[in-house]
């Protein structure tokens, strides 16, 4: 590398340098930060190392780019596997366009080669990451194809906030087109109230809105439906480590008789520079396609002034029928200059494999129809 720039493996003493580095990504505030790389990198319940590359310039973090440990699963029988997430891609702004980028990612893979994993996975790749990747060995297995349900509240909201910016002298303290139309405070999830939620789903008794998982219970709805695509495990621990993400807040939606039949998790973003029109469905699950869509449409009750966004490449033709009968449209094809879909990006870690065939439980990894993707197993969720 340049002399000026230096390339090394992460070590806790540098702990501070990567929190205050990622204030260009995950969040302003260095509390948060700190908490999201603790549950991330220090409590993985699959990777008990700090995998995180790191460029310094005069003593100092100015790059990085980290993975974390995830556990997929797939095929009959059924095979589990330990895979790296490669994730937290950030060039501090005055090092940026110096050909930072490809040299921490090649320096990654060469160290990583080293050890026992065999393919590494990225859902949530930003644009530059993308072109990075792709340059790098990586290949794309294809979009995620986003579906939204847009709010007619946020419709209004962004009428509203376009005017303003168009026609400033609306802005003023004093105008009184303003004050007949004020903006009403967004809900968050944190602020939804549990009778009130009780009392719009009265009539379907069998769902329950909850702010806290059942591991075990989702668990063992998730192992009885079963399945034989690519997925991430979701056992208990799974699900206990996933939703203590501090950069998101989780709700819950229950379907249950005797046991449960069906759940649904919705998430919103903590961080300061995250879009606050957006709630997620991270992940829906149950017995029947009917528990599913009364279950769509508790949420969409729950996030009426918000806009719902799913993925929907793995679901079936019947889902995305629900969606589509619920409003839920696909992301128009993105134009030149806006941001580009998330997409499934797979690579194997070690250089040789690049011209091998890509198999994971048997299954090709470059196919679509081989995965079952939820939002939940990216860092969108």
């Not at 929190?19 to 260009?24: P, R």
């Amino acid at each position: 590398m340049n002399s000026t720039y230096e390339l090394v493996r992460y070590e806790l003493g540098l702990k501070g340098q990567v929190i205050d580095l990622q204030s260009h990504l995950w969040s302003p505030s260095v509390a948060l930060n700190t908490a999201y790389f603790e549950w991330k990198y220090e409590r993985n319940p699959y990777v008990a190392e700090s995998l995180i590359y790191l460029v310094m310039h005069d003593g100092r973090a100015v790059g990085m780019r980290g993975f974390h440990g995830m556990q997929w699963e797939g095929g009959i029988p059924n095979q589990k596997s330990i895979v790296l997430y490669a994730d937290d891609l950030v060039i501090a702004p005055e090092h940026r366009n110096r050909g930072l980028i490809p040299k921490i990612m090649a320096a990654a893979f060469e160290d990583l080669a080293k050890r026992r994993y065999r393919y590494a996975f990225n859902l949530s790749a930003g644009p530059i990451t993308l072109l990075s990747s792709l340059a790098t060995g990586w290949r794309s297995v294809g979009s995620m194809q986003p579906m939204r349900q847009r709010s007619w509240r946020v419709v209004l909201r962004s009428g509203r906030n376009r005017l303003i910016t168009r026609l400033p002298m609306l802005s003023r303290k004093n105008s009184g087109i303003l004050r007949l139309w004020p903006e009403k405070k967004r809900a968050s999830l944190a602020d939804i109230d549990a009778e009130l939620v009780r009392h719009k789903l009265r009539d379907v008794p069998s769902i329950r809105f909850e702010d806290v998982p059942r591991c075990a219970a989702m668990a063992e709805l998730v192992e009885r439906i079963g399945g034989s695509r690519i997925r991430h495990v979701r056992n208990a621990e799974y699900f206990q480590w996933r939703f203590q993400n501090p950069l998101g807040q989780y709700r819950f939606l229950f379907w249950e008789k005797s046991r449960l039949e069906g759940y649904l998790v919705l998430q919103e973003y903590t961080s300061a520079y995250a879009n606050k029109e957006v709630v997620n469905i991270v992940d829906w699950e149950a017995t029947s396609v009917a528990v599913q869509a009364e279950l769509l449409q508790a949420a969409m009750s729950l996030a009426a002034d918000r806009n719902l966004i799913i993925w929907s490449v793995s679901l079936c033709q019947q889902l995305t029928a629900v969606l589509d009968k619920a409003g839920f449209k696909l992301e128009p094809q993105t134009q030149c200059g806006t941001q580009e879909p998330p997409v499934l990006l797979a690579r194997p870690i070690r250089t040789e494999e690049l011209d091998s065939d890509w198999l994971f439980a048997g299954q090709p990894l470059l196919d679509m129809k081989s995965w079952d993707v939820r939002m939940l197993y990216s860092m969108h969720g």
